[in-house]
């Protein structure tokens, strides 16, 4: 006898359940790394974004702001530097995935059925190694991730829609600071190859494995595209560090061309970030960074609640941001509030957050919650 798939399938083809669309494709989500700082900040950190973070949030600050004192040629060298997001026990499904169980099995079938509508597994793990040359990022970044919700664009018809996603690629970054040191100019680009997999399984593909490898050998498909980060800076010489920023994501949209030439070109729209903060130094322990951001300056289609965020960071030690031995983070955006911590040891460092992301495709608002932990050895700080 076929073993047959022990899904509740009145809840999974009940017709009273949310039928709010999805878009897994959030800024965060499309970030070549992750980053638990920026989740904490509610990526609100262009005017702060330093090491890693400086890639994607403000190229500008690759290499930091400029230090009288005389650095290392090498500052930062990860490996390796790991990044985990996960929600709804996405954790247990990317394990079962990393160990070879296949997508279409029985076991991750029932792992994957969220029990209501309500519940949308979610994990996403990155690898990082980089080094940092003074103002000059390289690097390579790996990142799969694995998703699954309720989809109801057909009312009549229901199904488990299924998301599996690998990026990887190289990346290189480099900045500039003026002579007096309080403008910034940086540039970044990662070369990304992104494999996809995309399965429906609905009432007919739901019980049968073999139904459910059919499904996903047919939604497979890869693509290629090479996205550029440009951010400016300048920062005021007050007491109070005010500092103005702006950071330009995906420089005129970054068209991702698909291997199969029967498929449509994806694109990444460009996302334009305005940022303002103020970081008092307290006494001779620790800053205290404030900052408002507007992004998404140029979409209109995007609602004005969603297009500003706040976030406060207070570091202690000599250090600022991802680098600082201790930092507690809160920011805050239309999806809601996101917080954590991180310490760093020197050649050790850790970062945790809870973040909250709004997924929710076009007008519609679905909150997810995700906790967000990097781990970090810098080899380079000894």
């Known amino acids: 006898m076929s073993r047959i798939i022990v899904f509740p399938l009145g809840l999974l083809f009940a017709t009273h359940l949310n039928a709010s669309p999805i878009a897994l494709n959030t800024g965060f989500d ?12 509610g990526q609100c950190l262009s005017t702060s974004a330093n090491g890693l973070d400086a890639l994607y949030y403000n190229p500008a600050l690759i290499g930091d702001f400029y230090e009288k004192a005389e650095k290392p040629l090498i500052t930062h060298l990860f490996f390796p530097y790991i990044g985990s997001s996960s929600g709804d026990g996405g954790n247990k499904v990317m394990n079962d995935r990393l160990t070879g169980e296949p997508l279409s099995s029985d076991k991750l079938a029932k792992e994957l059925k969220p029990s209501s509508d309500s519940i949308r597994p979610y994990a996403r793990l990155s690898l990082t190694p980089l080094a940092l040359f003074k103002r000059v990022l390289v690097g390579y970044t790996y990142n799969e991730r694995i998703a699954s919700y309720r989809n109801n664009e057909d009312p009549s018809k229901p199904s488990l829609h299924v998301d599996e996603r690998t990026m990887s690629g190289p990346f290189i970054g480099f900045s500039e600071a003026a002579a007096k040191n309080e403008f910034y100019m940086g ?15 609905d ?18 498909r890869s693509y290629e595209g090479m996205p550029i980060h440009l951010g400016m800076l300048y920062r ?27 498929l449509s070109t994806e694109v990444t729209q460009e996302r334009e970030t305005l940022g303002l903060s103020i ?28 297009k500003f965020r706040v976030s406060s960071e207070l570091t202690f030690g000599d250090r600022h941001g991802a680098d600082s031995g201790v930092g507690i983070r809160l920011g805050y955006n239309a ?33 997810e919650r995700r906790s967000v932990i990097n781990v970090g050895i810098n080899i380079a700080d000894y």
Do not use: C, M
């Open 279 to 306: 970081s008092p130094s307290i006494k001779n322990w620790g800053t205290l960074h404030l900052t408002a951001e507007a992004t998404d300056l140029a979409q209109a289609s995007v609602p004005t609640r969603d």
């Open 30 to 41: 499309n970030t070549p790394f992750i980053s638990s700082r920026a989740a904490a900040l």
């Open 335 to 367: 999806a809601g509030l996101s917080y954590g911590t991180g310490i760093n040891l020197g050649i050790l460092s850790a970062q945790i957050a809870s973040f909250a992301e709004d997924i929710g495709a076009g007008s519609a608002r679905v909150i």
């Open 187 to 201: 540039v970044s680009a990662a070369f990304l190859k992104t494999t996809q997999t995309i399965a429906e399984w």
């Open 203 to 220: 009432e007919a593909t739901a019980t049968t494995e073999a139904a459910r490898k059919a499904a996903v050998l047919n939604g497979r």
């Open 236 to 262: 005021f010489s007050h007491f109070l560090k005010p500092t103005v920023s702006l950071v330009i994501n995906d420089v005129g949209s970054t068209r991702y061309t698909p291997s199969d030439k029967t």
